[in-house]
């Protein structure tokens, strides 16, 4: 099989990890996001244990929900008056 970024593809040693979505392939790896929400790099020496998959088994992670900053309430320090003292 060539593997080529747009590829759905399984690990044969790893099927826990769901259908991949081939990212990048350079000589040496290939990025592969895999349904379990990892991404992982293949080396080409293991290129053989990668098998085609069919595009519907593929599910893509979901998008992570944006980080809303916290905000700390502001606190009023009130001024407290001092009784006058009589000299």
Do not use: C
Not at 37 to 43: D, L, P
Not at 60 to 81: F, G, N, S, W
């Amino acid at each position: 099989m060539i593997i080529k970024a747009g590829n759905i593809v399984s690990h044969a040693g790893a099927l826990e990890w769901g259908a991949g979505k081939v990212l990048e392939v350079t000589a040496s790896m290939a990025t592969i996001q895999f349904s379990d929400g990892k991404s992982r790099k293949i080396a080409s020496s293991h290129f053989t244990t990668l098998q085609p998959t069919a595009t519907a088994s593929y599910i893509p992670p979901p998008e992570p929900l944006p980080m809303v900053k916290a905000t700390r309430a502001k606190t009023v320090k009130k001024k407290i008056a001092l009784p006058a003292k009589d000299a």
